[in-house]
């Protein structure tokens, strides 16, 4: 989907092997700079960006309906936030989460749920 626009964008078709690339990004220096999530083919796209030296690395992998995809919190602490905002924006569950917000990071009792979804 964003192919024209982000570069040095490598897909990756497990989790497992997301999380395997994300260690690697992680002993080689490369810090988590943010995901994006798309809504996509039913599920969703989620792109991991990581820098090093003034270099982005980005990783794709697409969630499947009811799929939970890990967290990725236990690498980089800071991811935990992205992870709860797209739990609250748009419905999906990180497994493992660090600090889980259960749909409340942004959202407060009173919001629409899953505005995005």
Known sequence: ?????????????????????????????????????????????????????NKLKNLRYFVKPGEKPKSMSGIYLCALLIENEYQDLFGLTFEGLAIDYKGHLYLTPNSPKTPLA
């Open 1 to 53: 989907m964003l192919d024209n626009v982000i570069q040095n964008i490598t897909e990756i078709k497990s989790m497992p092997e997301v999380l395997k690339a994300v260690e690697g990004f992680k002993s080689d220096g490369y810090r988590y700079v943010t995901m994006i999530c798309l809504k996509a083919n039913e599920g969703h796209e989620l792109i991991y960006i990581f820098e090093k030296d």
